[in-house]
């Protein structure tokens, strides 16, 4: 195996955990993230929550070729400015504001950033919009989260403008996907456009941020779909970056 594979690192998530005879605070990550960037070349480093990338971000930035911004519980209505719905539930702060400051310094540096449904609306509310905070309020359904805890049923397309980095990673102006959120992106965010939007409702499904070499978020979970070619695709423009920097 070369030595010089892209190392992505995966913002893990502050949760509650079981494992053997202990029930603990954890920091936890799904495995199907780690097994997509291995699967795509590259070396999975999980990143936990840490106050200091508010004032130092830069180095945990350093040891990385690129940044995912993972799924996971709401976002903290207080992060956007908002006041949290009943429904709205499994805010981490220290999470929220860690991941803000790594989103934030990534788009300065242009280092690549793919953010992953909650990691979606963590890169809108970073460039300072707001959040849907329960959809079937606004749509009237609950067809991006048909079934709590499970992707089946979930699959819906999504449309992608032509010619977007949405549609340069997955192959396509049309893609199935696989959902699960009941949040999603209101105002969006400085800076970045709409470039997917789905089948169902036309709700934002894609964002993007030109002028960066890769920004981009998606409300869909690539990591648990086989035929998605997302994130080898995030992996790929990751090791460009680092081949560059090499020379």
């Known amino acids: ?22 029930d603990s605070p ?36 350093g040891l990385i070729d690129g940044l995912i911004l993972a799924g996971g519980s709401d976002v903290d209505p207080a992060m ?11 805010v981490a702060p220290a999470r929220d504001a860690a991941e803000v400051a790594l989103a934030q310094a990534a788009i300065e540096h242009d280092l690549p950033l793919l953010g992953i449904c909650r990691g979606m609306q ?7 919009g707001t959040l849907i905070q329960h959809l079937p309020d606004v ?23 032509d010619g977007s980095l949405a549609a340069r990673a997955n192959g396509g102006e049309h893609h199935s996907t696989k959902q699960h959120h009941h949040q999603a992106v209101d105002d969006v965010g400085d800076g970045f456009l709409v470039t997917g939007w789905s089948a169902l409702d036309e709700l934002p499904e894609a964002i993007e941020l030109p002028g960066r070499r890769f920004v981009l978020g998606v409300q ?16 790929a423009e990751c090791a460009a970056a680092r081949a560059g920097r090499a020379t």
């Open 80 to 90: 956007y400015g908002a006041v949290a719905h009943p429904a709205t539930s499994g």
């Open 26 to 61: 954890s920091v936890l990550t799904p495995l199907a993230y780690v097994q997509s960037v291995q699967d795509a070349g590259g070396v999975a480093l999980i990143i936990p929550p840490d106050p200091a990338f508010g004032e130092v971000p830069e180095q945990v930035l």
């Open 139 to 161: 749509h009237g359904h609950d067809g991006h989260r048909p079934n709590p805890g499970s992707f089946d049923g979930s699959e819906h397309d999504v449309r992608l403008e």
């Open 220 to 235: 869909w979970h690539p990591e648990v779909d086989p035929d998605s070619t997302l994130i080898a695709a995030f992996v």
């Open 122 to 128: 963590v890169l809108n509310v970073a460039r300072g």
């Open 1 to 22: 195996m070369a030595d010089d594979r892209p190392v992505i690192g995966i913002c893990g998530g502050l949760e509650q955990a079981r494992w053997g005879v202990w």
